[in-house]
């Protein structure tokens, strides 16, 4: 993703990736990679091709978080992108957070909707920010979930 002035910066870090253990945050923005310069002209994807290589690997980045500049040495291993998550957030309301829509969509989403309501939660709400949308059928049937 990019910001209001055209940079990229880290829209999620997912759950145990090398970027969490490495300390990188949402919204950070890249400066930096493995010694490339990124500025207005650079995108999501030249980003990745300079994060991306060989696991166990390593690489710096640097980035820009409020204005700080900050210098991470990365580890590059598999990640697993989560499509779906959930987690029970203030005045024990659910929230189930979906980043894209896929043909298991709809079936994990049950699965999250479950697992909140054995916690306890009453209310659940479906976050879609940053969700760039992905397949129509598993938005369709992910909707019929919660739509008579």
Do not use: C, H, W
Not at 26 to 55: I, Q, Y
């Amino acid at each position: 993703a990019t910001n209001k002035d055209g940079l990229v910066m880290v829209s999620d870090v997912e759950p145990n990736s090398p970027a969490q253990k490495a300390g990188l945050l949402p919204n950070d923005l890249f400066v930096e990679g493995d010694g490339f310069k990124f500025d207005k002209s650079s995108t999501p994807d030249d980003v990745a091709l300079k994060l991306r290589g060989p696991v166990g690997s390593r690489v710096g980045v640097t980035v820009s978080r409020n204005g700080e500049i900050k210098d991470f040495i990365i580890t590059r291993e598999p990640i697993t992108v989560t499509g779906v998550r959930s987690y029970v957030g203030k005045s024990n309301v659910g929230v189930i957070r979906i980043k894209s829509f896929s043909g298991t969509t709809s079936a994990t989403v049950k699965e999250k909707v479950q697992e909140l309501k054995k916690k306890g939660v009453k209310e659940i709400v479906i976050d879609l920010r940053s969700d760039p949308g992905g397949l129509l059928p598993g938005g369709i049937e992910t909707a019929g979930l919660f739509l008579e």
